[in-house]
């Protein structure tokens, strides 16, 4: 078969948490940053689709901005990424599985959380606002996506980061399934479009159109500091929960030592 079962995808699940738990911290680095300037590419396309569209176009403008921003979770998964909200599924499931101790689990999500806020920040910096590509005609698209995750109070913030890392996690997983380069973007593809369009808060996304509102004055560090915990939570609820601990719970995967 050209994919896997669900339960196979949980084993694998648990092999790639146990070799992320193993990576060097310059794998980490590296490959972190280059994730989080993936996934501000894929949101700045989506700024810019909609920035150009007539505004009776409305929803259909918002589709075809969200159609977009899954470049940047498939950058990452075919081209190779550390993306936190993709660790905040494989790693659980590792450490349910007693693959990995829960220090390994906070040492990659700190790691990898600091190098997407870099990678994230850097794009936000010298394309959005030194090339002006969050600012002037689209300066107006960007204020209003980053002042919606900013005005949302902790609860909101919160379980609207649960909606959508349950989805990336489930792109992330149904990645897994699929043993071809078009399947696993078809799978990426519907989840990531699906959470954009409902307006879900992504604490990697929020790294980059929040920062890129405060370089062109519109927001303040502050904001950003008062956004970032409870999307952090949500996110690791979203995926640590709805996927990694309802997918162990179901099928209880088995992985010997050899396979890792």
């Known amino acids: 078969m050209s994919f896997h079962s669900p339960k196979e995808i949980a084993a694998i699940a648990v092999q790639a948490g146990v070799a992320k738990s193993r990576a060097p911290l310059a794998y980490l680095w590296v490959l972190g940053i280059v994730a989080g300037a993936f996934i501000a590419l894929g949101f700045m396309l989506d700024l810019h689709i909609m920035a150009k569209l007539p505004p009776e176009w409305g929803s259909f403008g918002t589709f075809l901005g969200a159609a977009v921003f899954p470049v940047g979770l498939i950058l990452t998964i075919l081209a190779g ?11 659980p499931m590792a450490w349910f599985a007693r693959q990995i101790s829960f220090i390994s689990l906070v040492r990659n999500w700190f790691w990898v959380t600091l190098a997407n806020f870099i990678g994230s920040i850097m794009i936000a910096w010298f394309f959005g606002h030194f090339l002006g590509m969050t600012e002037g005609a689209f300066l107006a698209k960007t204020v209003a996506t980053a002042h919606a995750k900013i005005s949302a109070d902790f609860m909101h913030a919160f379980v609207s980061a649960i909606g959508c890392n349950w989805l990336v996690s489930l792109a992330v997983w149904l990645a897994y399934s699929s043993k071809d380069v078009a399947g696993k973007i078809l799978a990426i593809w519907f989840p990531i479009m699906a959470f954009v369009l409902l307006g879900f808060q992504h604490v990697v996304a929020n790294m980059f159109v929040i920062p890129a509102a405060i370089f062109a004055g519109q927001a303040t ?40």
């Open 221 to 260: 560090w502050s904001e950003y500091m008062t956004n970032f915990p409870p999307v952090f939570l949500g996110n690791a609820v979203g995926g640590g929960i709805f996927v990694a601990a309802v997918y162990f719970i179901a099928y209880r995967p088995i992985v010997r030592p050899a396979d890792i």
């Open 81 to 91: 990424g550390e993306l936190l909200t993709g660790n905040m599924m494989s790693l």
